[in-house]
C-alpha cells in the first residue's frame, strides 16, 4: 500500500506530495523517541502525537514510509519543511491513535516486529 493509499484509508490528509508515493510495508504506534529509534523500520507508518523536528529526523534515519499524526495534530512549518527535504511523507488524521492502528491491521499492514 502506498503513502496516498493509507491517507485515504485513515480519512487522513497528506500534508506535502513529497513521499506519497513511499510504500508502506509496516506500522508502529509510540512516542517514546529513544523506543522508536531503537525499533523503528524502513517503510514503517509511525503514528505519534509529537510534531517537532526530531521526529522528522528519526523517520529520515530509518527512512520510515511516512508519520502519522492523530486527532487533526498537525506540525509547524519548519517540521513540515524538513520533511520534504527528506522525502518522508507526513500524514494529519482525525482518527485516534487506536482507530488509525485499527484501520492499517484491518488492511493487513502488519505491525513492526
Known amino acids: 500500500m ?27 504506534a509510540c512516542d517514546l ?11 514503517c507508518a509511525w503514528v505519534t502525537i509529537q510534531t517537532h ?7 529520515s534515519l530509518h527512512d520510515m514510509a511516512c508519520v502519522i499524526f492523530p486527532e487533526g495534530v498537525s ?12 522525502g518522508i511523507a507526513l500524514i494529519k488524521s482525525p482518527l485516534t491513535a487506536y482507530g488509525i ?7 493487513g499492514i502488519a505491525e513492526l516486529k
Open 53 to 59: 523536528m526530531n521526529v522528522i529526523a528519526l523517520a
Open 101 to 107: 492502528c485499527a484501520r492499517m491491521a484491518q488492511a
Open 2 to 28: 502506498t503513502v496516498k493509499e493509507l491517507a485515504s484509508l485513515i480519512e487522513g490528509e497528506l500534508l506535502r506530495p513529497e513521499g506519497g508515493e513511499n510504500e508502506v510495508t509496516c506500522g508502529y
Open 75 to 86: 506540525p509547524d512549518e519548519a517540521p513540515l519543511k524538513k520533511a520534504a527535504e527528506e
Open 33 to 43: 523517541l529513544s523506543w522508536v529509534m531503537a525499533n523503528g523500520k524502513q517503510g
